[in-house]
């Protein structure tokens, strides 16, 4: 009897201990993540534009939110400033036209092209500018490959295909196979189009070879768009039926181009067509910002150490032009919900005392080109070799419970084996990329930390549904990506992504307290900037 007392007492005990100390975990919650999103994607948001009333709005609910939680200025304020340059262009007094030698392509703005400067300066013109398609546009020594072949493409505008060069030789893939490397994203094109002196550049877009449809990008030039890392009179996007024009002119056909352009012999060839264009540009500069918060850690010998998680809060504004009277871009999935989500982590940590600080980043600015989380990586407010790893959020999981869970970044690095053992602890197979030739891995903030060597993990979302869905998600999202239409939805149900969230947390919170900092994998190909960053021998 009295065994059965001490032990009914300790039980007891133990009771009361987890009610007192209740998990952090259960601090991320789908009621309160959506509570967030209804602010954030709210019409008077305007669809947070970077440098945007609307995104000052937002900034500061994000500000009070972390302030809320208990998360400390990481300097002086909430708020890093971030300086940008917008550039609009005049769409009613802009033109272009693409002749070739059986007259003018039947060009159709924003429907089957797009097009916009990058040469900050308000007024651009070309006048029958040979069209020169130079294939993937790829140089890449290590496979010993160059699209080029020394040619001078100088004053030229540069026609390129999206993706990497499915190129296997003595059954090694030279690229990445179905994975997209940074040759195959649209970034790098333009990049080499300026690299060769080139008046400007043209993607052609195909679905299988952007894995998203033309809508997404059809009306970049109509937008307001953010200086990068290149300065081109003219850059656009051209569909797939209008490249057969150009093709069949060539005496082939857009496959004919693949095929031909999948060569090593492959070298530039003139197209036979002509740019003609006269593009007018408002050039802005604004002031945009990131918020930032931290938690600081309690061992003193790794609260010096950072784990920074991240969200970009921005999104496409709005759009006066627009048919129909729904003018705003909520992004409400994209990605209000992943601001919403790193606010819930940072909920769950200022409740778990992790051994090293937890910075939470809300960025400006990645529509526009990861300009936001650049910024924070180029300057951070902390020492970037105390910057040890990086978990991004972006349009997380949003259709409810998954028998899964996926990261890209999983087979990358350290956290990627932590991410799967606690998935596993919970029931959960752990998956990676869903869909590798997206090239996903560049193409949110994560990769402005894994640049600089910093390894990283973006969280994605999982496929086998507890619940069958009545709908496809994939179509949903193609429906939805980059439409004033991403709002909060009936479909929506979002205890899968505070499932998703905790598993997030818990794996972040493993690395917060682990005696050692992850690393890349042996191998990888951001690991010797990981060594330069921190010091390692080779």
């Given at each position: 009897?009295?065994?059965?007392?001490?032990?009914?007492?300790?039980?007891?005990?133990?009771?009361?201990?987890?009610?007192?100390?209740?998990?952090?975990?259960?601090?991320?919650?789908?009621?309160?993540?959506?509570?967030?999103?209804?602010?954030?994607?709210?019409?008077?948001?305007?669809?947070?534009?970077?440098?945007?009333?609307?995104?000052?709005?937002?900034?500061?609910?994000?500000?009070?939110?972390?302030?809320?939680?208990?998360?400390?200025?990481?300097?002086?304020?909430?708020?890093?400033?971030?300086?940008?340059?917008?550039?609009?262009?005049?769409?009613?007094?802009?033109?272009?036209?693409?002749?070739?030698?059986?007259?003018?392509?039947?060009?159709?703005?924003?429907?089957?092209?797009?097009?916009?400067?990058?040469?900050?300066?308000?007024?651009?013109?070309?006048?029958?500018?040979?069209?020169?398609?130079?294939?993937?546009?790829?140089?890449?020594?290590?496979?010993?490959?160059?699209?080029?072949?020394?040619?001078?493409?100088?004053?030229?505008?540069?026609?390129?295909?999206?993706?990497?060069?499915?190129?296997?030789?003595?059954?090694?893939?030279?690229?990445?196979?179905?994975?997209?490397?940074?040759?195959?994203?649209?970034?790098?094109?333009?990049?080499?189009?300026?690299?060769?002196?080139?008046?400007?550049?043209?993607?052609?877009?195909?679905?299988?070879?952007?894995?998203?449809?033309?809508?997404?990008?059809?009306?970049?030039?109509?937008?307001?768009?953010?200086?990068?890392?290149?300065?081109?009179?003219?850059?656009?996007?051209?569909?797939?039926?209008?490249?057969?024009?150009?093709?069949?002119?060539?005496?082939?056909?857009?496959?004919?181009?693949?095929?031909?352009?999948?060569?090593?012999?492959?070298?530039?060839?003139?197209?036979?067509?002509?740019?003609?264009?006269?593009?007018?540009?408002?050039?802005?500069?604004?002031?945009?910002?990131?918020?930032?918060?931290?938690?600081?850690?309690?061992?003193?010998?790794?609260?010096?150490?950072?784990?920074?998680?991240?969200?970009?809060?921005?999104?496409?504004?709005?759009?006066?032009?627009?048919?129909?009277?729904?003018?705003?871009?909520?992004?409400?999935?994209?990605?209000?919900?992943?601001?919403?989500?790193?606010?819930?982590?940072?909920?769950?940590?200022a409740a778990a005392t992790p051994r090293r600080s937890i910075t939470i980043v809300s960025v400006t600015a990645e529509e526009g080109g990861l300009l936001g989380s650049s910024a924070f990586v180029e300057n951070p407010p902390i020492p970037r070799s105390q910057i040890v790893a990086n978990f991004n959020v972006?349009?997380?999981?949003?259709?409810?419970?998954?028998?899964?869970?996926?990261?890209?970044?999983?087979?990358?690095?350290?956290?990627?084996?932590?991410?799967?053992?606690?998935?596993?602890?919970?029931?959960?197979?752990?998956?990676?990329?869903?869909?590798?030739?997206?090239?996903?891995?560049?193409?949110?903030?994560?990769?402005?930390?894994?640049?600089?060597?910093?390894?990283?993990?973006?969280?994605?979302?999982?496929?086998?549904?507890?619940?069958?869905?009545?709908?496809?998600?994939?179509?949903?999202?193609?429906?939805?990506?980059?439409?004033?239409?991403?709002?909060?939805?009936?479909?929506?149900?979002?205890?899968?992504?505070?499932?998703?969230?905790?598993?997030?947390?818990?794996?972040?919170?493993?690395?917060?307290?682990?005696?050692?900092?992850?690393?890349?994998?042996?191998?990888?190909?951001?690991?010797?900037?990981?060594?330069?960053?921190?010091?390692?021998?080779?």
């Amino acid at each position: 009897m009295q065994r059965q007392f001490v032990a009914a007492l300790a039980t007891a005990i133990a009771l009361a201990a987890e009610a007192c100390n209740p998990d952090p975990a259960d601090r991320i919650t789908a009621d309160g993540m959506m509570a967030d999103v209804e602010v954030l994607a709210a019409d008077s948001m305007e669809g947070r534009s970077p440098g945007s009333s609307g995104e000052a709005r937002a900034v500061r609910y994000i500000a009070q939110r972390f302030q809320e939680i208990g998360l400390e200025p990481v300097g002086d304020s909430y708020f890093l400033p971030v300086e940008l340059v917008g550039m609009q262009k005049d769409i009613e007094r802009s033109s272009l036209t693409i002749r070739g030698p059986r007259g003018p392509l039947p060009l159709d703005n924003d429907r089957n092209i797009t097009y916009w400067s990058t040469a900050e300066r308000e007024v651009v013109d070309l006048a029958n500018v040979p069209i020169v398609f130079v294939g993937y546009g790829v140089e890449a020594p290590e496979h010993d490959w160059d699209d080029f072949k020394g040619e001078d493409l100088s004053g030229k505008v540069l026609l390129f295909l999206n993706n990497d060069p499915p190129v296997e030789e003595n059954g090694v893939e030279l690229f990445g196979g179905p994975a997209r490397t940074y040759y195959g994203r649209w970034t790098y094109k333009f990049e080499q189009a300026q690299e060769h002196g080139a008046a400007g550049a043209i993607v052609i877009h195909t679905t299988e070879s952007a894995s998203y449809l033309f809508s997404v990008i059809g009306n970049t030039g109509s937008r307001q768009v953010w200086q990068r890392t290149y300065r081109l009179d003219f850059l656009s996007w051209i569909d797939s039926t209008t490249s057969e024009r150009i093709a069949a002119s060539m005496g082939t056909s857009l496959t004919g181009l693949f095929e031909m352009a999948a060569q090593r012999e492959f070298r530039p060839r003139d197209t036979g067509f002509r740019v003609t264009a006269h593009i007018e540009t408002e050039i802005e500069r604004v002031e945009a910002e990131n918020v930032a918060g931290v938690i600081r850690g309690r061992d003193p010998t790794l609260a010096d150490q950072y784990i920074v998680f991240t969200a970009h809060h921005d999104h496409l504004g709005m759009n006066p032009d627009l048919p129909g009277e729904d003018k705003i871009y909520n992004g409400a999935l994209d990605n209000s919900l992943g601001v919403a989500g790193i606010t819930a982590v940072a909920q769950a940590f200022a409740a778990a005392t992790p051994r090293r600080s937890i910075t939470i980043v809300s960025v400006t600015a990645e529509e526009g080109g990861l300009l936001g989380s650049s910024a924070f990586v180029e300057n951070p407010p902390i020492p970037r070799s105390q910057i040890v790893a990086n978990f991004n959020v972006d349009s997380p999981q949003v259709f409810g419970v998954t028998n899964d869970i996926a990261a890209i970044g999983i087979e990358m690095n350290t956290i990627g084996a932590t991410f799967s053992t606690v998935a596993e602890e919970h029931g959960l197979t752990a998956k990676g990329d869903p869909n590798p030739n997206a090239g996903s891995f560049y193409r949110s903030d994560q990769v402005s930390f894994a640049k600089a060597g910093i390894p990283a993990l973006y969280l994605q979302r999982g496929t086998e549904y507890v619940e069958p869905l009545r709908f496809d998600p994939d179509e949903y999202r193609q429906q939805h990506y980059h439409q004033v239409t991403d709002e909060i939805r009936p479909e929506w149900d979002l205890e899968g992504t505070a499932r998703d969230l905790r598993i997030l947390f818990e794996t972040a919170l493993r690395v917060a307290n682990a005696d050692d900092a992850p690393r890349w994998v042996p191998g990888h190909e951001f690991e010797e900037e990981w060594k330069a960053l921190y010091g390692r021998e080779p």
